[in-house]
């Protein structure tokens, strides 16, 4: 995957979904964002259930109606608002998300655990 920028998240589809990499300190690490209702949500790619990433196509990470988030492994459902798991073997477990913001026109993206 990629590093994301600002101009792909305006291309992307609502609902859409892209994978990109994520910088931390003690390196990159997979992840992904889906664009719903023009709202941003963004979360590690390790589905709760196994640590698995989710897509089996690259930024592939919504279902085919577009209203939830699908681990393409084991089928698990995810809201895509929450993270919370829906269906699937992990029920009630959720993503781990990730806190995006557009300030000055450059995208800081970041974990809960990281601020
Ligand atoms: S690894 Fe995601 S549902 Fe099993």
């Given at each position: 995957m990629t590093k994301l920028k600002v101009s792909q998240l305006n291309k992307l589809k609502d609902p859409g979904s892209r994978g990109f990499t994520l910088d931390l300190v003690e390196g990159g690490q997979e992840a992904f964002v889906v664009k719903k209702n023009d709202k941003l949500y963004a979360y590690l790619n390790s589905c709760p259930h196994t640590g698995a990433p989710l897509d089996w196509v690259p930024h592939q990470f919504l279902n085919l109606e577009g209203n939830l988030i699908q681990c393409a492994v084991h089928g698990a459902l995810f809201e895509i608002?929450?993270?919370?798991?829906?269906?699937?073997?992990?029920?009630?477990r959720r993503l781990e998300p990730l806190k995006l913001e557009i300030k000055n026109g450059k995208l800081a993206c970041t974990t809960r655990h990281s601020e």
């Open positions: 608002d929450t993270g919370l798991c829906v269906y699937g073997p992990c029920v009630n």
